[in-house]
């Protein structure tokens, strides 16, 4: 029954349920009457999400928000508001043809929806800004390691498939003397440069529009790609690989800011994760020896692996 959760978040999210409580615990028939729902139906759904640790009933009928279900509201910083929206979405109607990956390896967006999904966001801008918007929200807890290593000797970084460049304005925000690029398809980087000149970096970033399976900008001394390869299946993630290699110069860096999925069973929201790439994307995430296997078909090799919370940074060489 774990999609009843799942879809319970989506609907309290949907009537902005987050958003009234940011500033305190309410009634719950002063919450329905703010929002739009039936009184008695909210109290059953919030004791039901309550149950997950999200809402707490602090007085019988009066709930608020718990630091975990925070991150629901739209306006707070690593706001996972837009990738609830987004699992409630087209993610949500994908994972019903998830039988069609089962059988055949491959995505299941393409039978549902007629076409790949990068290539479905570019022509459907609400759902991409949604993606975008739910990208840059999970920014702050996949930088942790990457903000943990030493940017001291580092004049250059492109992050490759950046986004609107929200992991690339908290590397440049963290480290004054670093100067930087965000990568990413036109529709996607067109957001980039006020998101840059907001947060106070745009006369060290510049932005920079392009398919990765064409070119990348060369000779940064830094290259990252986070959350670039497990969208696609190997023979692409190598592609992307080899033309990042080509972009580098013998001292170039590359890292790597994704899961290492566990080799055995339990692999936890790292394994759901694998699933979730399999049926939207046909990608996938990696153990150990299949990123040693896939950086060495590219002309890489592994130089050091650093876990955080929520991704490892893995560092590559040529
Ligand atoms: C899962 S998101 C990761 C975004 C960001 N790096 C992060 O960590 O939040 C994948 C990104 O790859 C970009 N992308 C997909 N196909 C691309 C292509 N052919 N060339 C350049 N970027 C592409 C998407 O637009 C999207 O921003």
């Known amino acids: 029954m774990g999609y009843l959760v799942s879809r ?6 949907e009537l902005g349920v987050p958003d009234r409580l940011a500033t305190g615990p309410m009634p719950v ?3 329905a009457h703010a929002v739009g729902a039936h009184p008695g139906a909210l109290g059953r759904f919030l004791r039901v999400l309550a149950g997950e640790d999200l809402f707490d009933e602090v007085a019988p009928d009066v709930f608020g928000l718990t630091p975990l279900g925070t991150p629901l509201c739209t306006n707070t910083p690593g706001s996972l508001h837009q990738l609830v929206e987004l ?3 087209e993610a949500y109607r994908v994972w019903e043809a998830a039988d069609h990956s089962l059988r055949t390896g491959d ?3 393409p039978p549902v929806f007629g076409q790949p999904y990068f290539e479905w966001l570019t022509e459907h801008p609400d759902a991409a800004k949604r993606f975008d918007e739910g990208q840059a929200g999970l920014v702050e807890l996949r930088l942790l390691p990457l903000l943990g290593l030493d940017w001291a000797g580092v004049g ?4 490759i498939g950046g986004g609107t460049g929200a992991l690339l304005s908290r590397l440049l925000t963290g480290n004054a003397h670093l100067r930087g690029t965000v990568f990413d398809l036109p529709h996607v980087v067109a957001a980039a440069a006020p998101a840059l000149a907001d947060a106070g970096v745009a006369d060290r970033a510049t932005v920079a529009e392009g ?7 060369p000779g940064a001394d830094v290259y990252v790609l986070s959350q670039i390869l497990h969208d696609w299946a190997d023979r ?3 592609r992307i690989l080899r033309r990042c290699r080509a972009a580098m110069s013998a001292d170039s860096r590359l890292l790597i800011v994704e899961h290492v999925l566990p080799e055995n069973a339990g692999a936890g929201a790292a394994g759901l994760l694998d699933l979730h790439m399999l049926v939207l994307l046909g990608g996938q995430e990696r153990t150990l020896p299949q990123w040693e296997s896939l950086l060495d078909r590219a002309g890489f090799h592994l130089v050091s692996v650093t876990e955080g919370p929520r991704s490892s940074v893995l560092e590559a060489r040529t």
Do not use: H
């Not at 319970?8 to 999210?13: G, Y």
């Not at 250059?156 to 992050?159: A, S």
């Not at 398919?211 to 900008?217: K, L, Q, S």
């Open 8 to 13: 319970s978040i989506s609907a309290v999210c």
């Open 29 to 31: 028939a002063e919450l």
């Open 87 to 89: 699992m409630g979405g």
């Open 107 to 109: 995505a299941a967006f």
């Open 156 to 159: 250059t970084v492109v992050d």
């Open 211 to 217: 398919d990765f399976f064409e070119r990348i900008p």
């Open 236 to 238: 692409d993630a190598v």
